[in-house]
């Protein structure tokens, strides 16, 4: 599934017209009953029969759950007691992708315009994990910079910008389990959850304390990843454009988790082409074609981005 949304370069003024259409896309997508497909387990107190995983239905399988005396996942709990549970969305993608404007354009699009009435608007809680950022162009409920400061991590242990965000990720991971407490506090008032995530991805991605945060948030709340694409990176090269596709592939596997791309920018550029690209083999290879006839250099490149 894909939405897009416009930059950050486009006037305000026409936001809205972007973002509520994207954000019905996202919202609508989002199945707080997705991930209790694949996280349930079986209890003593069923039968060999009934324990037969595809002879049993959601319900039946949240019931039992919650029946069982054994500990079980807190989102099914919630769910089987039929307690509110906001969905958590947590935004990744690559540097300069447009995640925190994104986010910032969510939270204004739950909170709704002056005039809206109440029942149409929804709550949410945002949640900065970018240690490094030097503005938040969004309401951050909780945020990283107050409980590490990246700098003074850099100074101590004589660590690079990378390493000190991963090091300010780690440090952050071993706390996380309130920031759990207080989201799961909150449950009865929040509708969503949305986590910024930092601007190198892979030090969230594919460290030890991301894993721990995101299957932290998933074990507590139905949570979906949106992965951001800078339309306008891949509207120059198709090899841009399959490198993200690798990217959101990859995390979707090593996540399990529902994932959304969303096209960012495209009041810049259309995204048109991205969806021909993902939906024919054979446009995407013309466009590789094209690509290496203006530029002699992206041959082995080009090469390698066909053959994937």
């Known amino acids: 599934p894909t939405l897009c949304c416009p930059s950050h370069h486009h006037s305000p003024s026409r936001w809205p017209h972007y973002l509520e259409n994207s954000f019905i896309l996202l919202i609508s997508f989002i199945d707080p009953n997705f991930s209790t497909k694949t996280t349930t387990t079986t209890t003593t107190t069923m039968s060999s029969e009934e324990a037969e995983r595809f002879e049993l239905t959601d319900d039946e ?130 509708d969503y959850i949305l986590v910024d995530t930092p601007g190198q991805i892979e030090a969230f991605t594919w460290s030890a304390s991301g894993s721990i945060m995101s299957e932290a948030l998933a074990s507590a709340f139905p949570t979906v990843l949106v992965f951001v694409v800078d339309t306008v990176r891949c509207a120059s090269s198709p090899n841009t454009f399959m490198s993200n596709m690798l990217y959101a592939c990859s995390m979707l596997y090593r996540t399990r988790l529902p ?50």
């Open 61 to 190: 399988l949240l019931r039992a759950a919650a029946a069982s005396e054994q500990p079980t996942i807190p989102v099914l709990q919630r769910l089987a007691e039929g307690k509110k549970t906001p969905t958590c969305v947590i935004v990744v993608g690559m540097a300069g992708s447009g995640k925190s404007t994104l986010m910032a354009q969510l939270q204004q699009s739950l909170e709704g315009a002056d005039g809206d009435e109440e029942e149409t608007k929804k709550k949410g809680y945002c949640l900065n994990l970018d240690p490094a950022t030097l503005l938040v162009p969004f309401g951050a409920s909780i945020d990283i910079r107050d409980t590490v400061d990246y700098k003074e991590v850099m100074k101590q242990h004589n660590l690079g910008p990378n390493g000190a965000i991963m090091t300010s990720l780690n440090l952050f991971a071993t706390k996380f389990d309130q920031v759990l407490g207080i989201l799961e506090g909150r449950t009865d008032e929040l």
């Open 259 to 308: 994932l959304v791309v969303v096209f960012n920018k495209i009041d810049v550029v259309p995204h048109d082409f991205c969806v021909d690209w993902m939906q024919d083999y054979e446009a995407f290879q013309e466009a590789l074609d094209e690509m290496q006839a203006n530029d002699a250099s992206a041959g082995y490149y080009g090469a390698l981005t066909r053959s994937l």
